[in-house]
């Protein structure tokens, strides 16, 4: 969808120290591996008062009666607070998408509940006083009756007539149904002589970040300031005006240091809401730290897509048409963006292929369950997977192999406007699949894939070749009369050099790990002529710099970094003019080598920064009309979204006889775009496949019938460790796009993104000669074990041992060390 008729951006020369490029140290390191940052639980004020949530423990249920009395007489409690204290609240939480034409069921979600309650863990009652672990002790004593309600957890089950309805006034647990098409899709599969379809179960996550989310409210003279663990700090600024009812100006959010987000702190909670109402409320200020149980039961889970999809083909393997139908499950309630999440996956649905048509349809489903929202890719990484899977099937039934496949239909003319609308920048599909084949030696994998299984050893290979969108803006793409964001989606910084030649940027994104003090501070220091040291980043404080909308969707450097490159260049322009007439020369003379400004031909004639700011800031001899001072601000709203790519393979071998899966090796050939420190882009790729790697294997977030969250905590939510995942071949291709001056796409998804259809193919791989074709996510020990015995009992493999009987009758665990497999069962 980009936005066409808008000129392409022209590539910018910085023509400085040629820091950009470099694989630097992060800057922002020494201070985080020692100990010296700074998060919002290190904080504390005078008079503070500490905050315990009081919680649901039923899944569905009305609240007959809240008896706090126990509660506040306990020592050191100030207050107990439930929903009715709270009624002079605003507004309930906003949800800010509402596409065109499409109803979007959007119940009343206040930080206490008020009547009833639709999932474990929803807040019903806060205890505020003087200890954290007295509150806390405080908090058990709060007596709450409920009137359980039936559960529904399954969201095909919660669209059934006669399932339980969660809220009455919608009569339906249906949330919104949404349509994004392009082409002839039934002419498409018509004409298809072959039609693979599938059922795909991209099951629910969680961000799991190191850091839990904490908020510290102060209401003082008037003024609110809110520092929180958030990847959106002037959102949230926006939000608690528009719950709170208060002027933005009278509202100061910071985001200090955040020990991760991965999109669960993409969100504005109502815990932020709660502690600035109890902080204004009391006159003293609040903190709240969640568990990491609370973390896990009321902190946004991801994906929990059931997709049914199909791809239609002729023989000769030319793709016709895609068509997939998406039910999401979006939880109880919304918080401030859930339900437009799974419509992402319409965006790159369709791949790196050259599709005639493609349609993708989508149905919003309440269960009680918590709220469902961006993690980690955010729609992206669900199409992916089911895209590539289908493709491998698609190769397996046409006999044909599915890399030649996948070259047969790669998109390659750009930019390439898609059937659905979206305009993909550019790209070189075959030059990362090409770079990543040279790195894996398919050909000896095979002869040795085959000597293995002679000796009773399954070894297999996966592959996925994806695109992806990110980079968000553009505004007009993404808000009211578009996609139905409301809201604009540019990026703000502002470049200020001081008196002394030092720099100072404020950007308006707001890091969590990225590396943006960095990155960022190389686009500067290439632009005007000094060093990384030279340069400060300031982020994460609604009071300093201008309006941001801050970091999601991978899109801080395409989009904060290019409004930092644009206005460092503004920066850059004027110093020129200033050189200029100090050295009585053009401007348009005046080149930046070396970390001077000088004069083409004769470089004898130069001023370093400091010599130009000098001037600018005693503007006793400025050019005619130059107003002092030396900064500068842009507002960049790209014209385009960016379409990332690349290839990316897996080796796993599969102990036939427990369903262990261990990934012996991992190749990813991504391209970015050109590289501002490759260093930074390697550290995006190994998370980004760890966080794939774990959901392909160890993670899910599961509830039982009941509504009970089963994964509450760590011990249940089996994250991979650093001994379960191998080193990684990282290798990358540049293909600028043209949509900014930089020439960069977003990394930070990517990796999340291509991963897991790569590890689930090379299990399938592995498997295929004992007839397993099918696997959903998590690929545990005892799901895997099921399917190979499935299999054979079809007569598609050895027959069954007796120590795999053995290990199926105690639960499928493997023996050794790894995450122990989450509970199989329970909701999808």
């Not at 590539?11 to 010296?36: C, F, H, M, W």
């Not at 206005?567 to 003019?577: F, G, I, L, S, T």
């Not at 090379?762 to 696997?775: Q, W």
Request: hydrophobic share 35%.
């Amino acid at each position: 969808m980009g936005v066409p008729g808008v000129e392409a951006a022209e590539r910018a020369e910085p023509g400085g120290n040629g820091y950009v490029g470099r694989s630097l140290k992060r800057k922002e390191d020494p201070r985080l591996i020692t100990g010296r940052a700074a998060y919002v639980d290190d904080m504390t004020l005078p008079r503070m008062l500490y905050a315990a949530i009081v919680r649901s423990p039923e899944a569905h249920a009305r609240i007959v009666s809240i008896d706090t009395t126990a509660a506040r007489e306990q020592p050191g409690v100030e207050a107990v607070f439930t929903g009715e204290d709270l009624t002079d609240l605003a507004a309930p939480c906003p949800m800010v998408w509402s596409p065109p034409g499409v109803e979007v069921h959007v119940p009343d979600h206040w930080p206490l509940a008020r009547d009833k309650v639709g999932y474990v863990g929803q807040p019903v009652a806060v205890v505020l006083g003087h200890d954290k672990y007295g509150v806390v002790d405080a908090a058990e004593q709060v007596i709450v009756e409920y009137d359980p309600l039936p559960v529904v957890v399954d969201p095909e089950s919660a669209l059934e007539e006669g399932a339980p309805i969660i809220h009455d006034e919608f009569g339906t647990n249906k949330v919104f149904e949404w349509s994004l098409s392009g082409g002839d899709v039934e002419g498409a599969f018509r004409d298809a002589d072959v039609v693979i379809e599938r059922r795909v179960v991209n099951h629910r996550t969680a961000g799991a970040a190191i850091e839990p989310r904490g908020v510290l409210a102060e209401w003082r003279h008037g003024k609110l300031t809110l520092w929180t663990s958030t990847q959106i700090p002037h959102i949230c600024r926006v939000i608690l005006s528009i719950q709170l009812g208060l002027d933005e100006h009278n509202i100061r959010v910071v985001a200090p240091d955040v020990g991760g987000g991965f999109g669960s702190k993409l969100q504005v909670y109502g815990e932020e809401v709660l502690a600035c109402w109890c902080a204004r409320k009391l006159g003293r200020p609040v903190k709240w730290t969640a568990t990491r149980s609370e973390e896990m039961a009321t902190t946004h889970h991801g994906r929990d897509q059931i997709d049914y999809v199909r791809i239609g083909a002729k023989r000769d393997g030319t793709v016709t048409g895609i068509h997939a139908k998406i039910i999401q499950d979006c939880g109880a309630y919304h918080l401030i963006e859930g339900p437009v999440i799974p419509t992402f996956s319409a965006c790159v649905m369709g791949g790196c292929y050259k599709f005639d048509a493609i349609q993708t349809d989508i149905v919003g489903v309440f269960t009680n369950k918590f709220t469902t929202d961006a993690i980690r890719g955010a729609g992206r990484p669900e199409a992916t997977h089911m895209i590539e899977l289908t493709m491998d099937e698609l190769a397996a039934e046409l006999d044909m192999d599915p890399l030649e496949l996948r070259r047969k239909n790669f998109i390659d003319e750009f930019p390439s406007e898609r059937p659905h609308g979206f305009i993909y920048d550019s790209g070189d599909y075959h030059g990362t699949l090409d770079r990543c084949l040279e790195m894996l030696d398919l050909e000896a994998f095979r002869r040795e894939q085959a000597e293995l299984r002679e000796r009773g050893i399954y070894r297999g290979v996966g592959f996925s070749t994806y695109v992806e969108i990110c980079g968000l803006g553009p505004s007009r793409a993404l808000g009211p009369e578009g996609w139905g964001m409301q809201g604009g989606y540019f990026e703000s910084a502002h470049v200020r050099v001081h008196p002394t030649g030092s720099i100072t940027v404020y950007t308006g994104t707001s890091p969590h790990g990225q590396g943006h003090e960095t990155g960022f501070a190389q686009i500067v220091a290439d632009r005007l002529g000094v060093t990384p040291d030279a340069v400060d980043l300031i982020y994460g404080d609604t009071h300093t710099g201008p309006f941001g909308k801050n970091t999601y969707g991978s899109r801080s450097l395409a989009v904060g970094g290019e409004a930092i490159a644009r206005a460092a260049e503004k920066v850059q322009d004027k110093a020129k003019r200033i050189v200029a007439h100090q050295l009585e020369a053009a401007p348009e003379d005046i080149e930046l080598v070396g970390g001077r400004f000088q004069v083409r031909g004769s470089p004898d004639k130069a001023m370093t920064l400091a010599q130009v700011a000098g001037e600018a800031y005693i503007p006793a001899d400025l050019p005619e009309g130059m107003e002092a001072g030396l900064d500068e601000t842009c507002f960049y709203d790209p014209s385009n979204f960016v379409w990332p790519f690349g290839a990316h393979a897996c080796i796993s071998e599969v102990d036939v006889e427990t369903g262990r899966v261990d990934v012996v090796r991992y190749i990813a050939v991504d391209d970015c775009g050109p590289a501002i420190n490759p260093l930074l882009i390697d550290g995006q790729i190994h998370g980004g496949i760890v966080h794939a790697l774990g959901q392909a294997l160890y993670e899910q977030v599961v509830y039982d019938a009941d509504g009970q969250l089963v994964t509450g905590t760590l011990v249940d939510y089996a994250l991979p460790s650093a001994a379960d995942v191998p080193n990684f071949d990282t290798d990358r291709t540049e293909t600028p796009t043209p949509t900014n001056t930089l020439g960069v796409k977003g990394v930070g998804e990517a990796a999340t993104i291509a991963c897991s259809p790569a590890v689930v193919g090379s299990v399938l791989d592995a498997l295929r000669p004992l007839g397993v074709t099918e696997l959903n996510m998590p690929l545990t020990p005892m799901r895997v074990w099921q399917a190979i015995q499935e299999a054979e009992g079809r007569g598609g493999g050895p027959a069954e041992t007796e120590q795999g009987r053995e290990l199926g009758e105690q639960g499928g665990g493997a023996a050794g060390s790894g995450p122990t497999a989450p509970p199989e069962g329970g909701a999808s």
